[in-house]
C-alpha cells in the first residue's frame, strides 16, 4: 500500500523559516519523482518544487526559486523542503506528491506527473 506523509507545517512570522519533510512508502523501486505543491483558499493547487529522489537537478517555481529548497533525504524516497524567508502570500496547505517514476527538468511541476499524493499540512505566515 503507498502512503505519502508529510509533516513539518505550523505558523510562523514573516521572514522566518520551516522545514517540510515527506516520505512516499510502498514503491517497488528505489526511486521516485517527487513534487511540492501547494494550494490557498479559493486558488487552484500550485506547483513549488520537485525532484527525482535517484539523482539530477531539482526544479523550481520561480515565485519560490531564491527562498525554497528541495532536497533528497537518506532514507528511500524521502524529501524535504527548505523554505525560508516566508512571506503572508506562503499560506497555503503544503501537499507531497510522488510517482515511482524517473522526471527530470519541468516534469516534476506537473499535478498530472503524480499519482499519489499527500494528505497535506499546513502552512501559516502572518504579516
Known amino acids: 500500500q503507498v502512503q505519502v506523509v508529510e509533516s513539518g507545517g505550523g505558523a510562523v512570522q514573516a521572514g522566518g523559516s520551516l522545514r517540510l519533510s515527506c516520505r512516499a512508502s510502498?514503491?517497488?523501486?528505489?526511486?521516485?519523482?517527487m513534487g511540492w505543491f501547494r494550494q490557498a483558499p479559493g486558488k487552484e493547487r500550485e506547483a513549488i518544487a520537485g525532484?527525482?529522489?535517484?539523482?539530477?537537478?531539482?526544479s523550481y517555481d520561480d515565485s519560490v526559486k531564491d527562498r525554497f529548497t528541495i532536497s533528497r533525504g537518506s532514507a528511500k524516497n524521502t524529501v524535504y523542503l527548505q523554505m525560508n524567508s516566508l512571506k503572508p502570500e506562503d499560506t497555503a496547505t503544503y501537499y507531497c506528491?510522488?510517482?515511482?517514476?524517473?522526471?527530470?527538468?519541468?516534469?516534476?511541476?506537473?499535478?498530472?506527473?503524480?499519482?499519489?499524493w499527500g494528505q497535506g499540512t499546513q502552512v501559516t505566515v502572518s504579516s
Open positions: 506528491a510522488a510517482d515511482p517514476k524517473f522526471c527530470r527538468e519541468s516534469t516534476p511541476l506537473h499535478v498530472r506527473t503524480y499519482e499519489y
Open positions: 525532484i527525482y529522489t535517484g539523482g539530477g537537478s531539482p
Open positions: 510502498g514503491f517497488i523501486v528505489n526511486y521516485s519523482c
